[in-house]
């Protein structure tokens, strides 16, 4: 399928060549659909946790991070640049086109944390931000000539205002990783970044750690990384033939947020909270966020406390009884079902059954109330070796084709928000190696163009979906308030973001 200078090339960017060919053949045969069972909702998937229940999970969560000394990380996928926030601007910028979102815009333009700063760089080339020409003013706010945010990520723009000046998401994540990511007052966030952008990451971290460090008694410790080329997929022409650039070379492309599962295997913390970067909220608005936060986490750890002492139980021997108390457990609190032949197995195959689902990576992912948000869903989904369970599903991976299927979708009453709170680690200390707990067969291909010509792309499995399809999962409704994502620069004009 590939001639020998081609796997020269794959080699020396670092793929293996062996997931080139096997993604080639996911474009020829495609991927399979999930195949979900019915959504996951309150009482049947999804747990609700009454107030003495979320002030009961907080405690344990305190408390375990002293007692057991464990650490914590904040992991925030920051690489994407902030082009499509301003869709409508750059469109009015190029193209002279204008609608409601871009009037809203220059009507609104004092209310932004991003005001001031734009209003002092066009006044040192003359320009009155009050009197000047709105295409005068986007091109200062959107291009180098300015302030250049059509070119940055939304980590480095200024979302929030505040009395002793503006914050960035980037410093919104510093504050909450003081107040709910904090053990024993070291306080460590990841932030993954493109490479183009990550000096100006470790600048702005430079110049805000020391004020914040002092606000809360804490020290920080920051890292990036980037999304790593090897993991990159192959793109290929509409007859799957590998797409070649004009030079001949293989193009690869960028696979989607499930790359960053490599990122994330890297990192060592007992417990690690993941967030998107736009997804913040001024501190008049965090306190609900931080219960919820250390409310999961303390779900988490109530679990994985469950988890380790069975497995200590499995080593001294299994039962009936055992066995019994173990299904019990999988079907009514881990939500996970068995093979349909489970019941005709002998003890020793169910006992290795249950360890083997014992022994898996953990997470509680937050759920909000549906309310037509675009992404992916709680649902319980049929697994490859027969066993149901609870998985985030995006509608690429439903049949929408098939009415049982697209109607068991649109019944989701939640949604994912990229609110998960993960175990890293087995009873013994070790990271799990998280590409063993992956489903290769949850990626997607998506139509794109290069240069003019057609070409198809591939997605790894996302990375809080196929990239943790084998993971013990469990679903806690969260409030609608800890979910405010900015899609378009118009969003920071809603009262969660003043």
């Not at 070291?186 to 000096?199: A, I, K, N, W």
């Not at 070379?249 to 060592?268: D, K, M, Q, W, Y």
């Not at 490859?384 to 995006?394: F, K, M, P, R, T």
């Not at 200390?429 to 794109?448: E, I």
Request: with cysteine; net charge negative; glycine share 6%.
């Amino acid at each position: 399928m590939l001639s020998e200078e081609d796997l020269k090339q794959v080699k020396e960017r670092g793929t293996d060549p062996a997931l080139v060919e096997e993604q080639i053949q996911f474009f020829v045969d495609g991927f399979p659909f999930l195949n979900l069972s019915k959504a996951a909702t309150v009482g049947n998937g999804i747990i609700r946790l009454t107030d003495d229940k979320m002030e009961e999970e907080v405690r344990l969560f305190e408390l375990q991070i002293d007692e057991d000394d464990l650490s914590l990380l904040k992991f925030v996928p920051a690489s994407g640049a902030a082009t499509r926030m301003f869709k409508s601007l750059f469109a009015f910028l190029e193209e002279g086109k204008s609608d409601k979102s871009v009037e809203e815009f220059f009507g609104n333009l004092e209310k932004f944390a991003f005001y001031r700063d734009l209003k002092d760089v066009m006044a040192a080339d003359g320009h009155d931000i009050t009197t000047a020409e709105h295409s005068v003013i986007a091109e200062y706010f959107l291009t180098e000539k300015g302030l250049g945010y059509g070119n940055l990520p939304k980590g480095l723009l200024k979302f929030h205002n505040y009395p002793d000046g503006a914050r960035t998401p980037l410093e919104e994540h510093l504050v909450e990783g003081a107040l709910y990511a904090n053990a024993n007052k070291r306080v460590q966030l990841h932030f993954t970044v493109s490479p183009e952008h990550r000096d100006k990451f470790e600048k702005l971290v430079v110049e805000a750690r020391s004020d914040y460090e002092s606000k809360y008694g804490v020290k920080y410790f920051v890292s990036f990384s980037e999304q790593q080329a090897a993991t990159d997929t192959v793109a290929v022409n509409m007859d799957n033939t590998p797409f070649r650039e004009k030079d001949g070379s293989i193009l690869f492309r960028p696979a989607g947020h499930g790359a960053l599962l490599e990122n994330l295997a890297s990192l060592e913390a007992d417990v690690i909270f993941i967030k998107n970067v736009d997804n913040v909220v001024p501190d008049h608005l965090k306190e609900t966020t931080i219960t919820y936060k250390k409310a999961i986490a303390g779900v988490l750890l109530d679990y994985r406390a469950a988890i380790f002492s069975y497995l200590d139980r499995l080593d001294q021997g299994t039962d009936a009884a055992l066995l019994d108390e173990l299904d019990a457990f999988f079907r009514n609190e881990l939500c996970v079902m068995p093979p349909e032949e489970f019941a005709s197995w002998n003890e020793e195959n169910k006992a290795d059954y249950f360890r083997k689902k014992l022994e898996r990576p953990l997470r509680v992912c937050g759920m909000v109330k549906n309310v037509g948000e675009p992404g992916g869903g709680p649902f319980w989904a049929k697994n490859s070796d027969g066993s149901s369970s609870l998985q985030i599903v995006e509608s690429a991976q439903v049949d929408m084709d098939d009415d049982d299927q697209q109607t068991i979708f649109k019944n989701a009453t939640h949604f994912n928000p990229v609110d998960l709170v993960c175990a890293m680690r087995d009873r013994n200390g070790n990271t799990y190696p998280l590409r063993k707990f992956r489903d290769p067969m949850t990626g997607f291909v998506s139509n794109k163009s290069k240069d003019g010509q057609e070409l198809k792309a591939q997605e790894l499995p996302g990375l809080w979906n196929g990239a943790m399809a084998d993971w013990n999962t469990l679903f806690v409704e969260v409030p609608l308030i800890t979910f405010n994502p900015v899609k378009t620069v118009n969003d920071l004009l809603r009262e969660q973001h003043q």
